[in-house]
T-cell receptor, first 112, second 115 residues
Framework: KQEVTQIPAALSVPEGENLVLNCSFT??????LQWFRQDPGKGLTSLLL?????REQTSGRLNASLDKSSGRSTLYIAASQPGDSATYLC???????????FGPGTRLSVLP | DAMVIQNPRYQVTQFGKPVTLSCSQT?????MYWYQQKSSQAPKLLFH???????NEADTPDNFQSRRPNTSFCFLDIRSPGLGDAAMYLC??????????????FGPGTRLTVL
C-alpha cells in the first residue's frame, strides 16, 4: 500500500529565504506526482505536475524534482514571500489506476 | 471564473440526519472525485466516477454514497452522519484519468459540522 510522508510538518522562515519541502513515497511505481497548495479552510490549488519519466518541473519561483527510484520529491521555493504561507501537499498517482494518495502536508509560514 | 463549484460552503447537520453535498464543474472533465479531509490530515479519497462508472475505495464506509446524474454534477450523500464525519469534503475533477497526465482541479470544499 502506497504511503506518502512529508517532512517537515511545519516550517517558519523569514521573507526572502529559499526553502525546500520534502515528500517521500514508499512505492516507486508511480504514474505521476503532483504538488498542491492549500490555504486555510479552502480547496487545493495545483502547483506542479511531474510525470514519472520526468526529473523536474518549474513554474516561476517553484521547482519540483522527482527521484522515482528513491521515492522522493522536493519542492524548492525561491525568494519566499509572505503570500507563500500555506500548506503544501504532495500526491502520487498509482500506476494503472486513477487514485491519488496524498501526504499530510507541510505548513509553511513566511514571516515579513 | 469558477471551474469546480461546491455548495454549500458550510453545512451544519444533526447527528443521524441525512445530508447531501453538491459539486458541479464547468470543465467538462470525465472524472470526478470526492475526498474527505479532517483537520491537519491528508485528503482521503472516498470514491470517484470515470464517466458514469462508479469506483468506491475499499475503506469508504457504507454511510457514504454518491450520485452523478450527468457530466457536470456529482453529489455526496451521507445517510446517517456521525460526529466522526465532521470534516472538509473536497470535490475534484480531472480529464481522462486513464491517461493520468492531467492535473486534478479542486473545488473550495464544503465544511461539514455534525451537532
Amino acid at each position: 500500500k502506497q504511503e506518502v510522508t512529508q517532512i517537515p510538518a511545519a516550517l517558519s522562515v523569514p521573507e526572502g529565504e529559499n526553502l525546500v519541502l520534502n515528500c517521500s513515497f514508499t512505492d516507486s511505481a508511480i504514474y505521476n506526482l503532483q504538488w498542491f497548495r492549500q490555504d486555510p479552510g479552502k480547496g487545493l490549488t495545483s502547483l506542479l505536475l511531474i510525470q514519472s519519466s520526468q526529473r523536474e518541473q518549474t513554474s516561476g519561483r517553484l521547482n519540483a524534482s522527482l527521484d522515482k527510484s528513491s521515492g522522493r520529491s522536493t519542492l524548492y521555493i525561491a525568494a519566499s514571500q509572505p503570500g507563500d504561507s500555506a500548506t503544501y501537499l504532495c500526491a502520487v498517482r498509482r500506476n494503472y489506476g486513477q487514485n491519488f494518495v496524498f501526504g499530510p502536508g507541510t505548513r509553511l509560514s513566511v514571516l515579513p | 471564473d469558477a471551474m469546480v463549484i461546491q455548495n454549500p460552503r458550510y453545512q451544519v447537520t444533526q447527528f443521524g440526519k441525512p445530508v447531501t453535498l453538491s459539486c458541479s464543474q464547468t470543465l467538462n472533465h470525465n472524472v470526478m472525485y470526492w475526498y474527505q479531509q479532517k483537520s491537519s490530515q491528508a485528503p482521503k479519497l472516498l470514491f470517484h466516477y470515470y464517466d458514469k462508472d462508479f469506483n468506491n475505495e475499499a475503506d469508504t464506509p457504507d454511510n457514504f454514497q454518491s450520485r452523478r446524474p450527468n457530466t457536470s454534477f456529482c453529489f455526496l450523500d451521507i445517510r446517517s452522519p456521525g460526529l466522526g464525519d465532521a470534516a472538509m469534503y473536497l470535490c475534484a475533477t480531472s480529464r481522462d484519468g486513464v491517461a493520468g497526465t492531467d492535473t486534478q482541479y479542486f473545488g473550495p470544499g464544503t465544511r461539514l459540522t455534525v451537532l
